[in-house]
């Protein structure tokens, strides 16, 4: 089951849209001083169903959205599993039936049978689903390992907590940013992000899209189980989170902002599948002299923030 769509609240915005060419500008200069090697450039998007990125459809454009749905607060300190949406239900509310969705998000609890962490990467065309979703979950049978498995086409919810990308998934114009050798204290999506915070202090800005870490090893998480005792505090948390260092290739989906926009935004979130069998949350490379992104991504025209926690806070927004 999942919420009724009519019972959920929506805030909807218009996001400020910097012409592409802008950001290169911005984000060529910026990340200088975040990495060694650095090459923006706009270019006509890839055909990104192919290797290495194999996502649901080949481009990131046309009624570029970005959604976040529910937050945090409905998995900390104890969590709420009555809160399960159904993506075509998103993709209405978001005035997208049609639509190419990629994202960060908790996985379906009620068909995995556990928590799990959501790769969604799918593609809703006349209330049928094309499922290409991955899902990672610690297999508690084998020492804690992850273990990741792709959603059925019959499998379309979100449960908790996402920011998703949607899209008509046309071809068109990207940014396209490739950088090598890390040398700041930031992990990729951050160094973009606080790049565009600092040059449009005044704009809320938003970015879909994908990254490939073509080399090195990534720390990143997949949740446990849902805990049984409250979750205050991030040591807690981290407690409770289970930590891996997964390698490249690793293929990242997921949404930025350069601010919450007074709309209790999460401002990154990027989850990563690979086809080595290691899938979870993105957090930052832990071997920046050799690691290296390729990323591409597109702006979106508009932001839907769905069921909001009314009662909020900052932990679990790293």
Known sequence: MALNPSSLPVVHKKLDVVPLENLKEVLSKGLKNCFKEVEVSVVDCPDLT???????????????????VGGPPFLFP???????????????????????????????????????EGIYNLVIENGNVQQQTRIAKVDQQRNETCKQEVLPNSESRIALLGNLFLSEGKPGKVLKVHVKNRTGNHDFIASIRQCLEKE???????????????????????MRDFSKTPLRTEAELNEWLKFYNM????VAVGTLTN?????????????SFSDHG?????????TPE???YLGYF????????????????MLGRD
């Open 278 to 286: 290691e899938a979870g949350h993105y957090h930052i490379d832990v």
């Open 78 to 116: 104890l969590v709420q599993k009555d809160k399960v949406y159904d993506l075509k239900d998103i993709a209405k509310i978001a005035n997208l039936e049609n639509a190419f969705i990629i994202g960060a998000g908790a996985g379906p609890h009620p068909y995995a049978g556990v928590n799990c």
């Open 200 to 222: 449009y202090p005044n704009k809320l800005l938003g970015l879909g899209g994908t990254f490939l870490l073509k080399e090195g090893k990534a720390k990143q998480h997949v």
């Open 247 to 250: 390698s490249a290739p690793l």
């Open 298 to 313: 597109n702006v979106g025209e508009d932001i839907y923030r769905i069921d909001a926690p009314v009662e909020t806070h």
């Open 50 to 68: 192919q290797k290495p990125f194999t996502l649901a459809k080949s481009g990131l454009g046309g009624s570029t959205k970005l959604v976040e």
């Open 290 to 292: 050799v690691a290296e």
């Open 259 to 271: 601010g919450e926009g007074g709309m209790d935004l999460r401002v990154q979130h990027f989850h």
